[in-house]
């Protein structure tokens, strides 16, 4: 890999566009679950570098996305539920590279994010190619770093439900014009209400086991993946007109996966949440995540597993700051050593994810680690550990935590208390705030030049 020279100098002409594909399941994309022809989003698996194994640390959009752009674990940067904290500042990808003088834009159709602490200041508008397009050209010459949130991959997707009454057929129709149409604030606030009034309706279902309602689900789920294709290829045939796809690195990704009560999640669900959010199996853990820049980085499938926090470092030393990640103090690291010729795919460590978090004043402690081959889950409010051969037995059915207590199993539960342990150690915890200070050191480019 090496690092192009851009027209300003010493100045290196680098762009990001960031898309998180909310819910998007990784075996949905490529996997034995993949029903569908996504030419788009194929064409950027196989032509860039597309990590098949990669696990989120928490299952939740607003915690999940807080790891994704501190590359810290969520003890570390404090996120754990879907709450807003202004009170609290852990520098994110996009802090550094304002820092670094790129141009931050942000886009989202939902104000989970464009309201969050390490977002609201650059809020650029809906997720609209139009509106991306525009902001786009205004910024094609200096160095940017643009995120998409997307939102159509989130329950209720395209899911086609059989009409009840009048409300569902309102519902069905504010669905689908609320994807063409720039919401007014009272608008948006009626089309949130009908949202919730589907999404409760498929939970009940799911609930009573209706008729094929998984069935219909997926097929729901699956047009709105196409629908997230039909959107990658347009993003990248917009970046080709406007003549900066060679200079852009495109990061796909998702936050979360998704369940189709696949281990009965509807049954234990606080509030029949069990779509993601409360369980840690691999249906929510494991998302896709796309590297592409053909002009930098040779085509490769890694199948190593690696984890949302890497996602960061990995972005950064692609931009020609490796040397600068360790005063950054990540938790995550970079993935570039996985790729070329000499690569060495085996790492060593176990992979933690958690949900760790309250729903209606009931209190949830779960913690996973996994290794290549095993994954153990505890339940420490109920007491409950899995543990699961994930080559036997990928889809995790099959519990073996009383029947094979094997050396790996007590190891990962010993590795597990430390982590937990670490969590309530708040001490040990003051030194993620020693990284804003430290973000101080570094230079801007300007500097540098001079
Ligand atoms: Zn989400």
């Known amino acids: ?37 996504l030419p788009n ?11 098949k194994n990669t696990i989120v640390q928490v299952p939740l959009t607003v915690p999940s996305h807080t790891s994704m752009f501190t590359g810290m674990y969520p003890f570390n940067h404090g996120i754990r539920d879907q709450v807003v904290r202004t009170n609290y500042h852990t520098p994110t990808i996009f802090d550094i590279l304002k820092y670094k003088d790129f141009k931050i834009l942000g886009f989202s159709d939902v104000d989970l994010l464009k309201d969050l602490w390490f977002f609201n200041w650059n809020y650029s508008g ?19 770093f643009i995120f998409i949130h997307y939102w159509g991959t989130h329950t209720p997707y395209q899911v086609k439900l059989p009409p009840k009454n009048i409300k569902d057929i309102i519902s069905r129709f504010i669905l689908v ?17 009908f949202w919730l009034y589907r999404v409760n309706r498929i939970r009940e279902m799911v609930k009573n086991g209706d008729n094929n309602i998984v069935e219909i689900i997926k097929e729901g789920y699956i047009k709105s993946i196409k629908e997230a294709d039909k959107f990658v290829g347009d993003i990248r045939e917009m970046l080709s007109k406007i003549g900066i796809l060679d200079d852009t690195l495109i990061v796909i990704t998702a936050d979360h996966g998704e369940s189709f009560n696949e281990h009965e999640e509807i049954n234990s669900a606080i509030g029949n949440e069990y779509e993601h959010g409360l369980f840690l ?15 930098k980085l040779a085509p490769a499938e890694i199948a190593t597993p690696i984890r949302e926090i890497d996602i960061v470092p990995t972005i950064l ?29 085996k790492r060593t460590e176990f992979i933690y994810s958690e949900v760790v978090r309250k729903i209606q004043n009931k209190k949830i402690e779960k913690r996973s680690l996994r290794s290549e081959r095993y994954k153990l889950i505890i339940d420490f409010i109920e007491d409950k550990r899995e543990f699961y051969d994930l ?10 935590y009383n029947r094979q207590k094997t050396e790996i199993a007590l190891e990962m539960e010993n590795i597990l208390e430390k982590y937990r342990i670490y ?24 500097e540098k030049i001079s």
């Open 1 to 37: 890999m090496h690092n192009r020279k851009g027209t300003g100098g010493d100045i290196m002409n680098n762009k990001v566009l960031f898309i998180s594909f909310d819910s998007l399941r990784s075996d949905y994309v490529a996997g034995p679950n993949k029903k569908v022809n």
């Open 41 to 51: 989003l194929d064409s950027l698996c196989k032509n860039g570098v597309f990590f």
């Open 126 to 144: 809906e997720c609209n190619l139009k509106e991306i397009k525009s902001k786009l050209k205004e910024i094609k010459n200096q160095n940017f």
């Open 177 to 193: 014009f609320s994807s063409l149409r720039k919401w007014s604030n009272l608008l948006g606030k009626i089309s949130t209400l």
């Open 281 to 295: 199996y691999d249906n929510v853990l494991k998302v896709p995540l796309i590297f592409y820049q053909p002009s």
């Open 317 to 345: 030393e692609m931009l020609g700051m490796g040397e600068e990640l360790i005063t950054l103090n990540f938790d995550g690291c970079s993935l570039i050593p996985l790729l070329g010729k000499n690569a060495n795919p």
């Open 391 to 400: 080559k036997k037995d990928p889809d995790e059915l099959n519990n073996i």
């Open 423 to 446: 969590d309530k150690d708040k001490l040990e915890r003051e030194r993620v705030k020693s990284r804003i200070k430290k973000l101080k050191l570094i230079p801007t480019s300007s």
